[in-house]
């Protein structure tokens, strides 16, 4: 595929309030392509670099905005999936083969952070986010497992989890996902939204995200479905104004808080996930099967 702005309407607007949220005379541009499954799109703010992850190929690329180029940010990844970045602006990363959370350091070493909840393994960690009190909330499906030794000591089920790196305490959040994908917090922290791609394990299974209220002390309650995707979902973002921004089959989604959807951005691959970037976060960067994507919005990303 060649890189450089789509061509023709990429634009749906199917609320006139979605009209607010794009630049006059913006496009969207593929910056690379190449990919087996890119996944996990995180701005590491101080460097001025989005990353990504490269799946199949076991790699974390990056792209510097300020000179375009591209380069292989980590080889040999450990199957890494979602991304995101910490209070202190370290990467988070999910490993899937190691069943593990990891952060990158600043001189670039790799500290292992959690692998395992009473002595069992984590399946396959998908995605992650960062809360304001520093706590790493994952979801585990069974995507991208790989039995072996120690296998029989995976966990039973798939589900969120909250490690806590003061303390290292680690707990189950939700009982009742088949296959947990993405999720994101709104941007007050009262509510959790959580992606389950069941259907894609079992016919008639879920294709939805559902919203949680969240406790003082982080329990989960609700739970309702808030939009159905009709096909698949998989990663989410939310702005500063609470809107969600969806990666879906046909590109990006986005919707209200109350579930209403408004609008989409299409796209000639399948959309895996997506972060805000750039200086003033207002840069949709997109993970889309085999190729990266960036669109200027009028939104910028929500922080904790």
Excluded: K
Aim: net charge negative; charged share 20%.
């Amino acid at each position: 595929m060649a890189l450089g702005p789509l061509e023709g309407p990429v634009f749906d607007i199917i609320d006139p309030r979605f009209a607010s949220c794009i630049v006059t005379g913006a496009r969207v541009e593929r910056i690379w392509t190449g990919g087996q499954w890119t996944e996990g799109p995180a701005w590491l703010a101080s460097r001025g670099l989005l990353v990504w992850s490269d799946i199949p190929g076991d790699r974390i690329l990056a792209w510097e905005e300020a000179t375009g180029q591209v380069s292989i940010f980590r080889r040999l990844g450990n199957s890494p999936n979602g991304n995101t970045v910490d209070r202190q602006g370290h990467l988070i990363t999910c490993e899937q083969i190691p069943h593990r959370i990891v952060r990158t350091e600043p001189d670039g070493t790799i500290t292992p952070l959690v692998d395992r909840i009473g002595g069992r393994r984590f399946n396959s960690p998908n995605d992650v986010v960062v809360a304001s009190d520093g706590a790493i909330w994952f979801t585990d499906p069974t995507y991208g497992r790989v039995s072996g030794p120690g296998a029989e000591l995976n966990v039973n089920g798939c589900h969120v989890y909250r490690f806590d790196p003061a303390n290292s305490a680690v707990h189950q959040m939700t009982t009742d996902f088949v296959m947990p994908n993405g999720l994101a917090f709104s941007p007050d922290e009262t509510l959790l939204y959580i992606v389950d791609t069941g259907g894609t394990e079992r016919p008639g299974g879920p294709d939805h995200v559902r919203c949680f209220s969240m406790g003082l002390d982080w329990t989960l309650s609700g739970g309702a479905v808030l939009a159905e995707s009709g096909g698949h979902f998989d990663g989410l973002r939310v702005d500063s104004e609470g809107r969600l921004w969806m990666g879906a089959d046909e590109g990006v989604r986005c919707y209200l808080p109350d579930g209403t959807l408004i609008g989409r951005i299409g796209l000639p691959e399948r959309a895996a996930n997506l972060t805000f970037g750039g200086a003033g976060r207002n840069i949709l960067m997109i993970t889309a099967t085999t190729s990266v994507y960036v669109c200027p919005v009028n939104a910028v990303g929500a922080t904790p």
